[in-house]
């Protein structure tokens, strides 16, 4: 607009300015009373604020995070839809804690786990890193 020199009002429709709009418009503003000229009613109670309700127990607190901090993992992601494996038996269909298998096998598997536990530390105790003891062989 600058360069052609030519004003703006030349390309912007009548019914978009303002002495257009006040003209439409006249008859339906009205004035309004101010608060000077309202009628003052002298037998009613003043209109009171609501009660403020406070909630029952103690305050919740946020902790107040820096800005600056960023998290150091990403965003939390939720578990819906995922499928938790049972450690046992790696099945997606139960977890460890209700995973069910007849007793007596359970039992067999817990003997057998202690046995090779002791059998560990019985070869241990017989592996030393000292040479044996003469007195020992006579």
Request: aromatic letters at 4%; charged letters at 20%; one cysteine or more.
């Amino acid at each position: 607009m600058q360069l052609l020199v030519v004003s703006p009002e030349t390309y912007v429709n009548t019914c978009f300015i303002v002495t257009t709009q006040l003209n439409i418009y006249n008859h339906l503003i009205n004035p309004v009373k101010g608060p000077m000229q309202w009628e003052h009613v002298k037998d009613m109670e003043p209109i009171l604020p609501p009660m403020i309700r406070r909630p029952q127990g103690r305050p919740k607190q946020t902790r107040r995070k820096e800005v600056d901090k960023a998290r150091k993992s990403g965003p939390k992601l939720s578990k819906i839809g995922q499928q938790a494996n049972c450690t046992k038996c790696v099945k997606p269909s139960h977890n460890t804690r209700t995973y069910k298998v007849i007793v007596g096998e359970n039992q067999m598997a817990n003997q057998s786990s202690s046995l090779q536990i002791l059998n560990q530390t019985t070869s241990m105790d017989n592996t030393s890193s000292q040479p044996p003891n003469k007195a020992q062989n006579l």
